[in-house]
């Protein structure tokens, strides 16, 4: 790895896939099941934590300690099953990580959902052969908005200084992580986060969605001469 001259490390749901409407009814249906109710909008505005951080916001502690890993499981076999044939990738993000890796750039991803979502994830988004690292909510104690999985992330990045680690993510949450990690970040609002929001937590630039941010890489914090 060290023989690249910087590294993109990007969160997938909301950035690279079409997935945050999905995960928040699927929390929504979950929580139901269980005889909690959760508002869609007030899920979706936790959507970017993994399960650890989103949970407690929907149940009690004590209920938490009790049901929280089924309630998880529950909801992760729900999604498996309704809803992750309906996300879709966003426009450009193969030839974005494409551009990225011909600059001589490492590419990794850094997400708060579990393993084996992410090694679907790649899979729907025609990635396998364009990513160097992963790092998931199994390898972090604690998910975003902590800094766990981006300091996971940037052991699997050895002999890269922080400067040249920028962050790609649509939510607050992998802004704050990041940033808690030595990291900058790129915000993109295809999540569906208000740009005041994503500059407020440290977004150092903001694009629409990764289509937006190659055709506009040249000038872009990404671009090797300014990385």
Same mark, same amino acid.
């Given at each position: 790895?060290? $023989?690249?001259?910087?590294?993109?490390?990007?969160?997938?749901?909301? #950035?690279?896939? *079409? $997935?945050?409407?999905?995960?928040?009814?699927?929390?929504?249906?979950?929580?139901?099941?269980?005889?909690?109710?959760?508002?869609?909008?007030?899920?979706?505005?936790? !959507?970017? &934590? +993994?399960?650890?951080?989103?949970?407690? %916001?929907?149940?009690?502690?004590?209920?938490?300690?009790?049901?929280?890993? #089924?309630?998880?499981?529950?909801?992760?076999?729900?999604? &498996?099953?309704?809803?992750?044939?309906?996300?879709?990738?966003?426009?450009?993000?193969?030839?974005?990580? $494409?551009?990225?890796?011909?600059?001589?750039?490492?590419?990794?991803?850094? @997400? $708060?959902? &579990?393993?084996?979502?992410?090694?679907?994830?790649?899979?729907?988004?025609?990635?396998?052969?364009?990513?160097?690292?992963? #790092? @998931?909510?199994? *390898?972090? *104690?604690? @998910?975003?908005?902590?800094?766990?999985?981006?300091?996971?992330?940037?052991? &699997?990045?050895?002999?890269?200084?922080?400067?040249? %680690?920028?962050?790609? =993510?649509? #939510?607050?949450?992998?802004?704050?992580?990041? =940033?808690?990690? +030595? !990291?900058?970040?790129? =915000?993109?609002?295809?999540? +569906?986060?208000?740009?005041?929001?994503? @500059?407020?937590?440290?977004?150092?630039?903001?694009?629409?969605?990764?289509?937006?941010?190659?055709? +506009?890489?040249?000038?872009?914090?990404?671009?090797?001469?300014?990385?």
């Amino acid at each position: 790895m060290a $023989s690249h001259r910087g590294a993109v490390v990007f969160d997938i749901d909301g #950035t690279l896939l *079409d $997935s945050v409407d999905q995960h928040a009814r699927a929390w929504v249906e979950a929580f139901a099941h269980f005889g909690i109710h959760a508002e869609e909008a007030e899920v979706r505005h936790q !959507i970017g &934590k +993994g399960g650890d951080q989103l949970l407690p %916001v929907f149940v009690d502690r004590d209920r938490l300690a009790r049901e929280g890993k #089924t309630i998880e499981a529950y909801r992760s076999d729900l999604f &498996k099953r309704r809803y992750l044939d309906q996300v879709r990738p966003f426009p450009g993000v193969q030839e974005l990580l $494409s551009r990225l890796r011909e600059d001589g750039l490492a590419v990794a991803l850094a @997400s $708060s959902g &579990k393993a084996s979502e992410v090694e679907n994830y790649q899979r729907i988004l025609g990635i396998e052969g364009l990513v160097d690292a992963v #790092t @998931s909510a199994d *390898d972090a *104690d604690r @998910s975003k908005p902590h800094p766990d999985i981006f300091e996971a992330v940037l052991e &699997k990045l050895p002999g890269l200084p922080k400067a040249a %680690v920028i962050a790609v =993510g649509d #939510t607050p949450y992998d802004a704050e992580a990041a =940033g808690k990690a +030595g !990291i900058r970040t790129i =915000g993109l609002l295809c999540g +569906g986060f208000p740009e005041a929001d994503l @500059s407020a937590a440290g977004c150092i630039a903001l694009y629409r969605d990764p289509q937006d941010l190659l055709d +506009g890489y040249a000038r872009s914090p990404l671009a090797v001469k300014r990385l």
